[in-house]
């Protein structure tokens, strides 16, 4: 059986949809169009089938690609049953869709959702008589709340087999086409006055602190400070949170795939190269990306939480203010805020801009973000070579990154885009309680799809990588290619770097794994005399659990010093691959941090760029990626030589190359017209 899921934006449609399907979701494109088609599993004792998420739309008009995608699927024929989900604080706007779509005799469940909200704001709502003046089934839920999913798949169940009459009063008569949208507009609202005149009682709202809250976080002088702050603490917790599960992970996992492996491969006697890929290029390299498990984890799961509460819609709101005075698209931050989880949902969020300019310029933007794959490489790098306030340079680096893409929409905005800004239209949800089981299932669904990815390209490259690295091939590439990296203060010596940039185009969560495989080649030899004694599975992990108890002791001092100027370190890596690695960067923390300013600017992963290939064509992703890698290259070797190099040339040169840059992307945009919308 197939279910639709439909609603208004912003009802909680989607925290349904996850909650009732759980992991068993997939994602894809309805056909024709890049409007995301979301399908899920619903496997349960009392139903099972397939849950067809829908775009939130208002209506099932033809104004946008949205209501099209909606309205045609519902009226193919294919999905048997449909839950409407409702925003319990604003029902009579969200009953305008359940009226057409009951016009239409679609089968149906009417959710209230959020009615905790609703009941905390003053609305009471009789779903008795709500269902007795609609003619179908309604129910009242809070999506947040436990046992939410057993209500609603119990009461799908038993709509499945119950009839349905819809209470329609006679249509209108129509006599001027012309007319008839509006004539029908009239109609349905009459008739949803009516209903709710009988279904809901609004009392005085004993909450009033939603609109002092907005009175301050969206005031024009202390919004934009406190969405730093708020970036910065949610860094902040992510790192130093997370940080207390790191060694775990980093024993546990060494134990299993490095130690352990290697144990049993030279107890089997295997030949020395296949225990040298697979047990200290492979497992070196599972090694190093499960230590980042815990602080993506955190990243998402405070995020999620801020997510919940409400806030990061009135943050929207507070940096659109910036935005716009600085003649940039208000509704571009959304895609940019997306983009600090993934390039690839961030480039198609850019979909829900009106204008495709601004759109255009979006898709230019959000690459610029810091998205989660670049966080694992921030997080080594900070730690080798910053251990005392690496939360610190990992904040800059992201606000270098927004700062960037302002100026790059900015300068394309005075330059090839000229003319009136689309208005940023947004509503604004209820304040809400963060639900902490939301937020971590949330997490845990964006954490699991982070290791599936990263795993399926981490594992054949790490192999690759060890064969190449045993037959000294990958040394003479990364030899050949190191000099174009030279400038920034990477030497001969540092070919490791040069791979794992090569690496970072199939997916920047390679960057670590290879940087772990490379660098901690020299330690081979110590960790095998190590190995050679008798290996104790159970010995190491009771070592990774008491770290769990070392570490959140220290969280207290942490706490006391958030800038870390007291010194703290987030991670704790072998010192092995920490001294190779700083070796290898001859010790210099500039061309450490020149490196991450790469990193961050330089072209974004081949599904990054396919996805904004297939948003706005070939010829402008390529020249975004030129704009930012050679911007990338730019300012790495300006930092790095003004720090620490002192060579006027290659300061010159970087500075000709970045005008030069600026100016031919200006040319070419003018005079091919690739930038305009009707071309």
């Known amino acids: 059986m197939i279910i639709a899921i439909a609603g208004n934006p912003n009802c909680g449609k989607s925290t349904i949809f996850n909650l009732l399907t759980g992991g068993r979701q997939r994602v894809g494109n309805w056909p024709g169009v890049t409007v995301d088609k979301k399908m899920g ?25 949205d209501e099209r995608v909606a309205r045609d699927y519902l009226f193919s024929g294919e999905p048997q049953f449909l839950i409407n989900v409702l925003d319990s604080t604003n029902i009579e706007r969200n009953l305008y869709l359940t009226t057409v779509l ?28 709500l269902e007795k003046e609609l003619g179908v089934p309604v129910m009242a839920v809070s999506a947040l709340q436990s046992g939410s999913k057993n209500k609603i798949i119990s009461k799908v169940a038993d709509a499945l087999l119950q009839e349905q009459n819809p209470i329609l009063p006679p249509p209108p008569l129509i006599e001027n086409e012309e007319e008839k949208d509006e004539i029908l507009a009239e109609w349905r609202y009459n008739r949803i006055e009516s209903i709710v005149a009988k279904s809901v009682a609004k009392g005085v709202s004993p909450y009033k602190a939603g609109d002092k809250i907005d009175k301050f976080i969206m005031n024009k002088y202390i919004g934009l400070p406190l969405f730093l702050f708020v970036m910065y603490l949610l860094f902040w917790l992510a790192v130093h949170v997370g940080g207390v599960f790191i060694d775990f992970f980093d024993i546990a996992f060494g134990a299993i795939f490095v130690d352990g492996l290697r144990y049993v491969l030279t107890n089997i006697n295997a030949p020395e190269s296949v225990i040298s890929i697979l047990a200290d290029g492979v497992g070196s390299g599972i090694q190093a990306l499960s230590t980042f498990f815990p602080i993506i984890f955190s990243l998402f799961f405070f995020m999620g939480l801020l997510e919940n509460s409400g806030y990061i819609s ?32 961030a480039i198609m969020a850019t979909r829900s801009l009106e204008n495709k300019r601004d759109k255009i310029l979006s898709v230019f933007m959000v690459p610029f973000m810091s998205c989660g794959a670049r966080l694992p490489v921030y997080i080594v790098i900070t730690s080798a070579f910053f251990p005392h306030n690496a939360q610190n340079m990992i904040f800059a680096l992201y606000m270098i990154g927004i700062f960037l ?10 330059t090839v885009y000229k003319g009136n800004l689309a208005p940023f239209v947004m509503e604004l949800p209820q304040y809400h309680r963060p639900k902490i089981g939301a937020a971590a299932r949330n997490a845990f669904f964006r954490i699991r799809a982070f290791i599936r990815k990263a795993g399926k390209i981490l594992i054949p490259i790490m192999a690759i990588l060890g064969v190449l690295n045993s037959t000294g091939v990958l040394s003479t590439v990364g030899k050949t290619v190191t000099p174009v990296f030279s400038p920034m203060g990477i030497s001969e010596n540092n070919w490791q770097a040069s791979v794992a940039l090569f690496s970072g185009l199939f997916a920047k969560e390679s960057i670590v794994g290879v940087m772990s495989t490379l660098y901690s080649q020299d330690a081979a030899a110590e960790a095998k005399e190590e ?88 010829a402008l992703v390529i020249l975004q990626s030129l704009y ?52």
Request: glycine share 8%.
């Open 41 to 65: 599993e619903i496997k349960h004792p009392k139903l099972n089938a397939t849950l067809v998420d829908l775009p939130g739309t208002y209506d099932l008009g033809t104004w946008s690609e």
């Open 102 to 129: 009951q016009e239409k005799g679609i089968k149906m469940l009417v959710v209230l959702n959020m009615i905790d909200v609703a009941n905390r704001d003053g609305i009471s709502i009789n779903t008795e008589q």
């Open 314 to 345: 009135r943050a929207a709101f507070v940096v659109d203010r910036i935005m716009r005075s600085i003649g940039l698209p208000g509704k571009a931050f959304i895609p940019m805020l997306i983009g600090f989880g993934c390039s690839v949902p």
């Open 405 to 414: 893409a302002l100026v790059t929409g900015l300068l394309l905005k005075g």
């Open 531 to 618: 190995t050679e004694k008798e290996f104790s599975l159970t010995e190491r992990f009771g070592e990774a659990f008491a770290s769990i108890a070392s570490n959140a002791k220290e969280l207290g001092q942490k706490i006391t010093d958030p800038l870390g100027l007291g010194g703290s370190e987030i991670i704790d890596e072998s010192a092995s691959m920490f001294e190779q690695m700083q070796k290898a960067f001859n010790y210099s923390s500039a061309a450490a941090f020149a490196f991450l300013i790469f990193v961050l600017l330089y072209v974004p992963c081949v599904s990054a760029v396919s996805v904004a290939v297939r948003e706005v064509g070939f």
């Open 628 to 679: 930012s890698t050679i911007l990338g290259w730019c300012l790495s070797v300006i930092c790095y030589q003004v720090a620490e190099g002192h060579s006027l040339p290659f300061i010159a040169m970087a500075v000709v190359v970045l005008f030069a840059t600026v100016f031919g992307v200006i040319f070419y945009a003018k005079k091919s017209g690739r930038f305009n919308p009707f071309v």
